[in-house]
């Protein structure tokens, strides 16, 4: 979710396998630079290879450039690593969001599973439970939300659409990212 | 790293997994769409609705579908969101190259033979239905392209989910002597139509005006659809603390080096020596 001259994604830690729980502290946000945030949904394997698979495309861009990647960019970056595997995706669906530019305006961008890029201006949503969270989400977002009003309502929002999700839950992180670092929170949820 | 084209790696395994383990596939985002498309006396007007669906979900409520293939040759696109933008990517930069190489300025007409037989080679998997519109030197032209290959030339075209509805207004406004703003006013009503009774169509309307060495784009021209009417005032408010937090990390970014006066105070240096 975007606020002003800050973004926020959160997202839960529970991985499984259908109905059973497997592990509960399994990170799908990762940190591209000190702008910009990624995120993944979806199949667990795919999940940990593009992992591994961007990290090596951003030190070598680090490495060529000499500069850190903007977030736009590694958005186009993402959709096209995705749609090169048009017949035969990868199953997951990511969401970037991080500060663009001088301004540090913020910049959101979702893809589906071959890379069909939006960049909308107020939140992104993805998951088992993306249905629940586009409502949730829709009710409470206001524009320009300062960083700490953002972590609440990022949050409510969260956790009211996992206590909705049977497949989401057992624990939930949330990242803030303004022009002077990132906030890591971890929030209590119902382990059920 | 890998050659250019598609990367078929990982076919086996998602077949594996959809058909062994009934897995549950992620959705496309697909523009359900109404695109239109109209010759008039002196150029082209090319009009698309802004909805993206996700299923039955509304994944962009404000998305483009015209897409830029050359200056004065745009294309609009319905189908899976992800093919119609990398293809017209795609054409885009095959004619850029193009007409670099031969010095002379794109016709419409090789677009559409690259498009057409750019899709034709997969056969319909890649699901792009194209309304291709422009003025070149030889004048204005408007065509059509399903995703199998086959195209068509006509005077005005409609394309996607809300063809009918707007092809409803078209045959019975369109008339062969129409000028500038009859046809913006005429693709501007088949777009509508096409958002009033198509439920995969939707949001804003676009259009896009093609003259000799001019374009004009109107992005979102009505937005009568996607203002929300009755919205409740008092926005809810989050007191802070109002969430119970277990760990708090903060990582401060790092703060870069400034070296000032650096050339100066090494001379400097070498001088006390």
């Known amino acids: 979710m975007a606020g002003k001259n800050c973004v926020a994604i959160a997202g839960d830690t529970r991985f499984g396998v259908r109905n059973q729980t497997v592990a509960l502290d399994s990170n799908r946000i990762f940190k591209i630079n000190n ?8 199949l667990n394997t795919d999940i940990l290879t593009l992992r591994e698979s961007f990290k090596f495309q951003m030190n070598l861009y680090n490495l060529e450039e000499e500069r850190e990647i903007s977030p736009k960019t590694f958005a186009h970056n993402v959709a096209q690593t995705l749609y090169s595997k048009r017949f035969g995706p990868y199953f997951i669906t990511p969401i970037i969001a991080g500060l663009e530019g001088e301004d540090y305006t913020p910049f959101l961008c979702a893809t589906d599973l071959i890379g069909a890029m939006e960049f909308p201006k107020s939140f992104v949503v993805a998951g088992t439970g993306e249905e629940s969270l586009m409502g949730v989400c829709e009710t409470f977002y206001k524009e320009n939300m300062e960083p700490d009003e953002l ?42 | 790293m890998q050659k250019g084209g598609f990367n078929f790696d990982l076919y086996q395994r998602n077949v594996e997994l959809i058909e062994k383990n009934n897995y549950k596939v992620p959705k496309t985002t697909k523009t359900g769409t109404t695109i239109v498309g109209v010759v008039f006396s002196d150029g082209v007007v090319l009009g698309a609705d802004t909805r ?21 040759i745009w294309c609009a696109g319905a189908g899976t969101a992800a093919d119609t933008e990398n293809t017209t990517g795609m054409i885009s930069l095959q004619l850029e190259l193009l007409s670099l190489s031969t010095g002379r300025s794109p016709r419409v007409r090789t677009a559409l033979t690259l498009l057409k037989n750019f899709l034709f080679r997969y056969h319909g998997y890649i699901s ?15 065509h059509m392209i399903h995703p199998h290959g086959s195209t068509s030339t006509l005077p005005y075209i409609s394309m996607g989910s809300g ?97 000032v006066n650096e050339k100066e105070n090494a001379i400097e240096e070498l001088e006390e020596l």
């Open chain 1, 35 to 42: 702008r910009t945030l990624f995120g993944m949904t979806g």
């Open chain 1, 151 to 192: 972590f609440e309502v990022v949050s409510q929002c969260l956790l009211a659409a996992v206590d909705r999700d049977a497949l989401s839950g057992w624990g939930s992180v949330v990242h803030v990212l303004t022009k002077d670092g990132i906030t890591t929170k971890r929030l209590r949820t119902r382990k059920d």
């Open chain 2, 52 to 72: 993206a669906t996700s299923g039955p979900i509304v994944a962009d409520p404000n998305c483009e579908k015209i897409h830029r293939i050359s200056d004065y």
């Open chain 2, 128 to 142: 792009a239905a194209l309304v291709l519109g422009g003025v070149d030197f030889t004048g204005p032209h408007l």
């Open chain 2, 163 to 259: 063809s009918l509805a707007a092809m409803a207004v078209l045959e019975t406004g369109y008339s062969s002597k129409m000028g500038e703003e009859d046809a913006k006013s005429l693709v501007h009503q088949a777009i509508l139509s096409g958002i009033l009774n198509d439920l995969g169509s939707g949001g804003n309307v676009d259009l896009c005006v093609i003259k000799h060495k001019s374009m004009e784009f109107f992005r979102n021209i009505d937005t009568t659809n996607s203002k929300r009417k009755f919205r409740k005032k008092l926005p809810y408010m989050f007191k802070s603390g109002s969430t119970k937090i277990l760990e708090k990390e903060i990582e401060e970014k790092m703060r870069k080096m400034e070296i």
